[in-house]
């Protein structure tokens, strides 16, 4: 076959040279169309588009995720999110105040160039007026910074980096997805009531080499400082992202001999580092706690059948928990529109978009940005992960939502097939206990120059919540 | 004694495995002279292929399970060798002898389209394939130290692996025709070697000893998207630093940066990325042909 393709190709050649410049340039020209047609499905695809039309649009929203890589579940999970989120708008939010929404997703590779570059595109040639999604705090932090510049509202869902709160803070980006306080916050509560309970004391961290491992152990020692949980800590180590092989570190790890481990090692790497310690006995003698990502469905899938003891997970979505109405209907209709359960991803997704549906109802469909901004602090929303009687609101000081957070162990449960494991018998932590300290706040952004903070004190009086 | 020990083990766990991403990355340079970034996709697709069958045979919960080890090398086998033979016939034939940075281009596509290829055909769901991991246990090292056997016995493997391929090199008829190619090639077909099929022989090795790579990666992690193009770099710092194109400088290299990397852990943590690239570094200042690379005379 080849053979006849170069003398195909050889023939071609001379017949070329016969040819009129013309008659070549029509050849090109053909060329072209013929590549440009192959390739326009996968260029279309590169682009999600769904909601409304252009014409029709209240309000464009840009979102960046990761569709490919390994990333890609959450980026997947996050458009599932979202188009239940624009059904349930439709249905919870009054007639004729319900805006009418175009949302656009690009794939952001997980790379902060490329996610910059499509976050200006969306402004720029398709006048979003809000900006949403990235998974990763690094990601984040670059898009952020555009935000900042254009003066275009970010909705974070789904990265967790506390300095985006904290250091980093501008008014024109809110976060509906725990971030690393909250969930460390609960981790120390945790923590402080398992010393009462055994009198632990040696601690040990791993979390991965970018910044959202570094925020997330510096905000939990904070936060075990907040609580006066005395500790000594006896190993932190750094693997870098996406590395395969934890033998050195559980090794480091053994030999530093903790009670507790505290990771923040997420998705496949959180995986893969928990089949090795497993396997390695590290559980044996050490407990091990992930208490932002390592209760993730993708997580509990993984383990198989055996629940292993003394694994503490959390994580920013749990789909057996809350037992309420409102979270039942959201992992059963994305069960109806995927055919599998989700990741907490969609949760955050969700979240972003009734957050901006529902602020764009409140304040008209063509508010400016102050307005928007105005109604979007101190914004109340009932979200599938508040259990009964209570709501997520967003923190004015932060921007961040402010949530219960649940910490459970691993238990038989099958209602979630793949998955045979599931968290259960949970430790519960009310929405107000987790908001970091005003004046922790203040310093933190103190020390780090930040220039675009909020004057005063505008969170709302605890007993309200 | 305790700590030193560790760091040999754990150094000699991750030599291996490195040894084993780099060796077919330097195999099939020492004798194409073609730097094949789509090395990467190999691994992936070997991890792949092992993680769907393992997962496949576990889940008729029959059968031995001792079989399953069979399969991934199996799996590997049959992926590498279909996939090199495919990419070595159906592209890379036609380039043979081009400019090696069109190679590094062409492969680098290679890779970019094998990334997709994977994703088309297994989804971006994670695969687990965790039994053949802990069905070995755990071996006490000097009464304190514990590992994953599996780990372990991946030492034996990419031990036996080398010395396969150091023999076959050096012991055999095949090896010293292809030791002739990676002399001079032009010299080889004037004797009479058939240059074609050497490469394709060659290529299929390489590419099945990438896909064992990650087919015994593959119960130790969760087999997402993207692994084949994490891996790519640490190979080609291993193969760098031992020298292009040789096998024994593969494993230097391999055993040097899984050390350093495992005294880092062990010492210094914040050092880890650091090290394994300062090695690097330190190497290339030194020796910029790598440890055991031959300096190549230019003709003009």
């Not at chain 2, 056997?149 to 036996?160: M, P």
Request: hydrophobic share 50%; glycine share 8%.
């Amino acid at each position: 076959m080849f053979p006849s393709i170069r003398t195909w190709l050889r023939q071609t050649k001379t017949a070329q040279a016969d040819r009129s410049p013309w008659l070549r340039a029509r050849q090109h020209l053909w060329a072209m169309a013929a590549l440009f047609g192959l390739t326009w499905p996968l260029a279309a695809q590169a682009r999600i588009e769904f909601g409304v039309s252009a014409a029709s649009a209240d309000a464009t929203i840009g979102c960046m995720f990761p569709l490919a890589g390994r990333a890609a579940i959450y980026g997947r999970d996050s458009i599932a999110g979202m188009k239940l989120a624009l059904a349930d708008l439709a249905a919870e939010v009054k007639v004729g105040q319900v805006p009418r929404l175009r949302i656009l997703v690009e794939d952001d590779r997980s790379k902060a160039s490329v996610a910059t570059r499509i976050a200006e595109q969306f402004i720029e040639r398709d006048k979003v007026r809000f900006l949403c999604g990235v998974v990763s705090s690094g990601v984040a932090q670059a898009v952020s910074r555009v935000s900042r510049t254009r003066q275009v509202i970010m909705v974070g869902t789904d990265h967790a980096s506390s300095r985006l709160t904290i250091e980093d803070f501008h008014r024109h980006y809110f976060r509906v997805s725990n971030d690393t306080w909250t969930s460390m916050a609960a981790g120390a509560r945790f923590l402080a009531a398992a010393q009462k309970k055994d009198g632990w004391r040696r601690l040990a961290f791993i979390g991965p080499d970018y910044d959202y491992g570094h925020v997330a152990w510096r905000d939990l020692e904070q936060a075990l400082a907040v609580l006066n949980v005395t500790h000594e800590v006896t190993a932190h180590l750094w693997p870098r992202l996406y590395e395969p092989d934890y033998t050195a570190y559980i090794a480091r790890l053994k030999a530093a001999k903790p009670d507790i481990i505290v990771t923040a090692l997420w998705g496949g790497d959180f995986i893969a580092f928990l089949k090795q310690a497993l396997a390695a006995g590290l559980l044996e003698k050490s407990r091990l706690a992930n208490f932002d990502t390592g209760g993730n469905y993708d997580v509990l899938a993984s383990l198989g059948e055996q629940p292993p003891a003394g694994l503490i997970l959390s994580a920013r979505h749990h789909n057996n928990w809350p037992a309420t109405a409102r979270n039942r209907k959201f992992v059963n209709d994305f069960h109806r529109l995927e055919g599998r359960f989700p990741t907490y991803a969609a949760e955050g997704a969700y979240a972003g978009i009734i957050a901006i549906g529902r602020a764009l109802a409140t304040a008209g469909h063509h508010a400016d940005n102050e307005k928007l901004i105005r109604v979007l602090e101190g914004m109340h929303l009932s979200l599938p992960e508040d259990p009964d009687g209570t709501v997520s609101h967003i923190d004015p000081e932060t921007h961040q939502i402010v949530q219960a957070q649940a910490i459970g162990e691993v238990v038989a449960d099958t209602a979630f097939a793949p998955a045979r494991l599931m968290l259960g018998r949970w430790t519960v932590y009310r929405a107000e206990e987790l908001q970091p300290p005003l004046d922790l706040v203040r310093s933190r952004r103190a020390k780090a120059g930040a220039t675009d903070s909020i004057p005063g004190v505008r969170r709302p009086p605890r007993s309200t919540l | 004694m305790t700590n030193l020990l560790a760091i040999l083990f754990d150094g000699a766990i991750y030599a291996s495995w490195l040894f084993l991403v780099a060796a077919g990355l330097t195999i099939i340079y020492g004798v194409m002279r073609v730097l094949n970034m789509a090395h990467g996709s190999f691994y992936a697709i070997g991890a792949y292929s092992a993680a769907s069958l393992v997962g496949w045979y576990f889940s008729g919960q029959t059968g031995n399970p001792y079989w399953s080890y069979l399969l991934l090398l199996g799996s590997a086998l049959v992926a590498g060798t279909l996939v090199g033979v495919a990419i070595e016939r159906g592209l890379l034939r036609f380039l043979h002898g081009k400019d090696e940075i069109l190679m590094v281009i062409v492969t680098y596509a290679l890779l970019l389209i094998l990334e997709d290829v994977t994703k088309l055909v297994w989804g971006v769901d994670p695969y687990f394939a965790n039994q053949p991991y802990r069905l070995l246990g755990q071996t006490e090292v000097g009464a304190v130290l514990r590992f994953a056997t599996y780990d372990l016995a991946l030492i034996v493997v990419t031990v036996a692996i080398g010395l396969t391929a150091w023999f076959v090199l050096n012991r055999t008829n095949k090896g010293r025709l292809l030791r002739a190619v990676i002399h001079d090639r032009e010299i080889a077909v004037a004797m009479g070697v058939n240059v074609d099929a050497m490469f394709t022989v060659t290529f299929a090795i390489g590419s099945v000893l990438g896909a064992l790579a990650g087919a015994l990666t593959a119960p130790a992690i969760s087999v997402t998207p993207g692994i084949g193009v994490e891996v790519i770099v640490l190979a080609f710092a291993v193969v760098v630093v031992g020298g292009l194109g040789s096998i024994g400088g593969a494993a230097a290299g391999a055993v040097l940066v899984g050390l350093a990397r495992s005294v880092a852990v062990h010492m210094a943590p914040e050092m880890e990325l650091f090290v394994i690239y300062g090695v690097m570094f330190l190497v290339l200042a030194f020796r910029p042909q790598g440890l055991f690379g031959q300096t190549l005379v230019r003709r003009i």
